[in-house]
C-alpha cells in the first residue's frame, strides 16, 4: 500500500504558474500510474493529467492540454504537476492517485490510492 502526501497549492492570480508535488511512501513508486485528479466545489472529480510507471507517457484532459505537465522522478518518488497560465475555471481541490493496475488512467474509478487533495484558488 502506497500512502501519498501532497504540497503545493495556494491562492493564485489568472495566469500565474503553480507546482504541485505529491511523493509516495511506500513500496516501489515505479510499480504504480499516477494521476492528478481535481474536484471543483459541487462537481464531481475529474481527470486532470497522468504518467505510466516507466516509460513515462502522459495523457492530459483537454482543457488543461497545453497549460499543465505532469512529471515524475522515481528515484525521489515523486509526480509534479506543473501549471502554467492558470485560469479561474482551474479552481479545485487537487488530488493526487497511484493505481497498481492497468485500467483507464482518466477514469477515477482507476485508482486504489489518493492523497489528501490541495486546494488552488485562481483569480480572475
Known amino acids: 500500500q502506497v500512502q501519498l502526501v501532497q504540497s503545493g497549492g495556494g491562492l493564485m492570480q489568472a495566469g500565474d504558474s503553480l507546482r504541485l508535488s505529491c511523493v509516495a511512501i511506500?513500496?516501489?513508486?515505479?510499480?504504480?500510474?499516477m494521476g492528478w485528479f481535481r474536484q471543483a466545489t459541487g462537481k464531481e472529480r475529474e481527470f486532470v493529467a497522468a504518467i505510466s510507471r516507466e516509460i513515462g507517457d502522459t495523457l492530459y484532459t483537454d482543457s488543461v492540454n497545453g497549460r499543465f505537465t505532469i512529471s515524475r522522478d522515481n528515484a525521489k518518488n515523486t509526480v509534479d504537476l506543473q501549471m502554467n497560465s492558470l485560469k479561474s475555471e482551474d479552481t479545485a481541490v487537487y488530488y493526487c492517485?497511484?493505481?497498481?493496475?492497468?485500467?483507464?488512467?482518466?477514469?477515477?474509478?482507476?485508482?486504489?490510492?489518493w492523497g489528501r487533495g490541495t486546494q488552488v484558488t485562481v483569480s480572475s
Open positions: 492517485a497511484a493505481t497498481r493496475g492497468y485500467s483507464n488512467l482518466r477514469s477515477r474509478f482507476g485508482y486504489e490510492f
Open positions: 511506500g513500496p516501489t513508486f515505479s510499480d504504480y500510474a
